[in-house]
């Protein structure tokens, strides 16, 4: 069904939501957007459409759900911060629709078994969709070929200036190993933070961020196979 509907359409959906301001690949304008089994079955001018729920947006804009590539959920470990339950709820809430969730929980995901762990815990429990990395270390190098295609996860995380618990990959040799073990993108922290800390400690981040980037670019220099950030 086309996305963009005629003029006057009298199609019946579930839900029409009426008036709004729209973002669309053509830009954004004013439009109507018909729903029908829980997905956008046109946008336009819908006037004289039916639908079992209208929603007045006039003076809103509607955005297409938005996807966060790196929230830290904090489950299991330290539940008294968040969990994977508050976390999503929260992302729907502010138009978060899909999430990547990071490794560095406690204990850290980095092993078949970790990772199957955190899709039982999400299972009825995370509001959006949903997919957790696995955290790159220094002794599972050989196992990363292996996690990155599992159901469920989005890609391998590597930490090159600091972290928590041993994921952290603090040499060259074990970055590269790293980056040729797998075929998928490897996500790199650090490069083009800023962070408002005093005195020496601002000096110290600094300098583990760039000393972590610099690692990070050597390897990659060296590896043929990466895919360039």
Known sequence: ??????????????????????ATPNGIAPADIGV??????AIGALGSAKAAEIYQAKGLH???????????????GNTHKEDLASGSLAAILGGVTAVFEMPNTNPPTTTRAAIEDKLVRA???MHCDHAFYAGATPQNIGALAELERMPGVCGIKAFLGSSTGTLLLNKEE????????GRRRVGQPGRGTEQQLPGHAARSEDRVRRTGTRRGDGAAARSKDLVSR
């Open 123 to 125: 299972k009825g429990r």
């Open 1 to 22: 069904m086309s996305l963009f509907a005629p003029e006057n359409s009298n199609q019946s959906y579930d839900l029409l939501i009426r008036g709004g301001t729209v």
């Open 62 to 76: 509607v955005l297409p759900g938005v996807m966060d590539t790196q929230v830290h959920f904090r489950e299991p």
């Open 36 to 41: 029908i089994d829980g997905k956008i079955a």
């Open 174 to 181: 074990d970055i590269f190993a790293a980056l040729k073990a």
